[in-house]
């Protein structure tokens, strides 16, 4: 288990994410083993138990270099719109519960299958929003206080 905690700010959850592109493709085969490197760009996230789907800005989209797989209509509060959407890994900076971890107490942790999401328009106050599609698959703890935790379980 790993658990993410954080503090609600101006009524908003936002948490530290890792992203990646995703590479539907393995790297090219070598005459002697080489570990792919793989960087992972961190960003801040929305946490949104309202959103049925995640989404990534287009700043992230941008400085990540991913590629469009195609549109999806969306309907919110403004009507129905197309969004593009993007496959990339996400991962979160928690703590391990139970794990090897770094000196400030943390670690990355990916989430195992790509993720699929649409694009926003960039903001200031987050790149990504992580929605019910991968939220449904953790633990919540909002208190008064307004602290949070997300036990993420694999």
């Known amino acids: 288990m790993w658990e993410v905690s954080g ?3 101006n009524d908003q959850a936002i948490v530290r994410v890792g992203l990646r592109e995703f590479l539907p493709q393995a790297p090219a085969v070598q ?9 992972v760009a961190s960003y801040l996230g929305l946490v949104d138990r309202g959103a049925q789907m995640s ?9 990540l270099g991913l590629t469009s797989h195609g549109k999806l209509d969306v309907t919110g509060a ?3 719109w197309p969004h593009r959407r993007y ?10 519960l139970g ?11 990916q ?39 997300i036990t993420i379980y694999q």
């Not at 005459?31 to 960087?39: H, I």
């Not at 989404?55 to 400085?63: G, Y």
């Not at 794990?99 to 942790?109: A, I, K, L, Q, S």
């Not at 200031?124 to 919540?140: H, P, Q, S, Y």
């Open 99 to 109: 794990r090897p971890h770094d000196e400030n107490g943390e670690t990355y942790f």
């Open 31 to 39: 005459p002697v083993f080489v570990p792919a490197q793989y960087q």
């Open 78 to 80: 403004g009507g129905t």
């Open 7 to 9: 503090t609600i700010v």
């Open 111 to 149: 989430l195992a299958l790509p993720q699929d999401a649409i694009a926003i328009e960039s903001n200031a106050g987050f790149d990504v929003i992580v929605g019910m599609d991968i939220l449904k698959r953790c633990d919540m703890n909002f208190s008064r206080s307004g602290e949070f935790t």
């Open 55 to 63: 989404a990534i800005s287009h700043n992230a989209v941008s400085q």
């Open 87 to 96: 496959w990339f890994y996400l991962g979160f900076f928690c703590k391990p």
